[in-house]
């Protein structure tokens, strides 16, 4: 790394709120079906709700195949074109399987002014794979995201949907130990 | 280093839990407003100037006044799709005063009498979402929200709402299209949404730090609040500093503060001695200032009389080092992946951007690409539903604009001269040996 690069992400580690940890995991034990109608009873039209079911049958399922879309449909009285349709127009919505852990690198300007390219290399190369691609084993998924909101502590990774910040291609390996640890 | 005032984050650590939050005199704005008639309440934030920092900057009093009277049902739509590159000012806001958030929201669903508020927090801040959800539990608990509000007769609902990406849900009328339900694609106004918003119905569209502002405009009178700023920009706001600066993060600063209180003051100036070459002033559609250009007052109108727009209050500072082109094909890369493609000036005109600034990167532009370009952006710039494709036209013109011989330089040598340099450079050259 540059020094004016690390000059810059040693003060975005002074500037950074600290986050809080993550909240316990929704009750899932509930059918799919059932939460769904839940979510429904949220909105003064049941149409709203649409969003928020594609995001809970796909953290039933790691990913919207066809059968998630019948069953969303199914639940909300929407057809399951209509389903595909909103759902393809989301980033986060995934239309084909993915690893088990999904890392986002983001690479708008002010990450990409701050190295978020060497970041990207690096996971790149720590995985064997191309941006866009998932491993051999399943394990990762490696994508590039647009601007995901902290600028200032960039660049910015996402794990699982959890932020990373600032993360320096220093930080690569001892996550993806991390992980791999985690997993076994 | 003018006035250091700060209003919504005078703190330092967090606020996230609701005791912490009244201990510092939260929720008493609440029961004041509470006691005044809702149309005193739409007076006492017109009174304080307070205009809507999400990016057009707007007079919140004024959008609220547009509501029709008495038309029910009505609703408030938070914008918390915080999405603009360079933006995370409401991110903080959220994560560390997450009930001045709540709070606003009431105060302003009682002014307006509203049905019920939503808020659309866009999907990648999940640890934001807890943290509001949470908050809105012990807000509930505590009577906040709910039936019958601190015994006032008043029922306030407030539905936590996830995006699922998509930077154009920003935009009020794809907000509002996404929420219920659809792609969002932006909608054509007239009608404005407080006429025909959420559900056809009557419907205020405010964002996170402008209605976090509000419990602190009540407790502190429109009149002290408007007492703080310039003639037209009243107040405080937070400014979301990145790129190659020293210490970057959000500032909330004066009104009547300049670009070098920012960048220089806060922000320490460019890291290891660099020199600053241009600054993106208010997040990334916005148009170039220069470095002489320092001393310009951060309230909406001098920015806009310096040549760009103040916007969502993104000050994002390029140091030496930077290729303009590299930094040109990030920015319209990033709109054309986000058009939603309703408009064809936006969708074919951000494709044509993209093609031609990537010839002139990999060196096989040829002389007439840069007049085609500037072309280009001109048949984008007011001609499309939402401004989503004026964001790419108007930052890549002035970047050839106040560039032009960098980008020269690009076709006569048929390449990047700067690729050795440029801190952007790892993402679209070999820059590392690594094998692609």
Redesign the interface.
Known sequence: M???????LA??M???????P??RPDDTSAPLRDRILAVVA????P??????A??LAQEEYGWLSTEAFEQVADATGFTPALCK???S?????RLHPAGAHEICVC????C???????T??EF??ELGI?PGSTTADGRFTLRT??????????PVV?VD???HEPFGPDRVKPLLDELRGESQ | MSDTRRILLDFD??R?DAHSYEQAGGYQSLRTALGMEAGDVVSLVDTSGLRGRGGAGFPTGRKASFLPKGRT?AYLCVNAD???????K???IM??NPHALIEGILIMSYAMSA??AFIYI??????EF??L??ALEEAHSRGYVGRNVLGSGYDATI?L???????ICGEETALLT???????QPRSKPPFPAVAGL?AAPTLVNNVETLASIPYIVEMGGEAYAAIGTERSKGTRVF???????????YELPLTSTLRDLIEGK??G???G?TIKAI?PGG?STPLLMPDQLDTGIDYESIAAAGSMAGSG?V?V??D??CMVQ?AL??AQ?YR??S?GKCTPCREGTKWGVDIIQRIEEGTAGQHDLDLLLNVCDRILGKCLCPLGDAMAMPVASYVTHFRDEFQRHIDEGGCPFVAQS??????HD??G???
Not at chain 2, 122 to 127: A, D, H, I, V
């Open positions: 540059d020094p004016a690069t690390a000059e810059t003060g975005a002074e500037t950074r709120p600290e986050m809080p993550p909240l949220l909105y003064p039209e149409r709203s709700a649409l969003i928020p594609l995001r349709s909103v759902a127009f989301y980033d986060m919505f690479t708008n300007i002010s990409a002014l701050v190295g978020a390219g060497e990207l290399r790149s190369r191309e995201v647009e601007c995901y909101g902290g600028c200032g502590w960039g996402s949907e959890r932020y | 650590g967090d996230r049902p915080e999405s603009e590159p360079g933006t995370f409401d991110r903080e994560l560390r049905t019920s866009r999907g990648e801040y999940r640890t807890e943290v959800k949470r539905v709402h996830r995006g699922a990406g998509a930077y996404s929420l219920e339900g659809e792609r969002g559900y979301s500093l990145s790129g190659n600066v020293k210490r970057p993060g959000n922000g320490g460019a890291p290891d660099r993106i990334s993104a994002v390029i140091d080092r930077t930094l990030r920015v990033f992946h986000e939603c801190p952007i450079s790892s993402l679209y820059t590392s690594v094998p692609a």
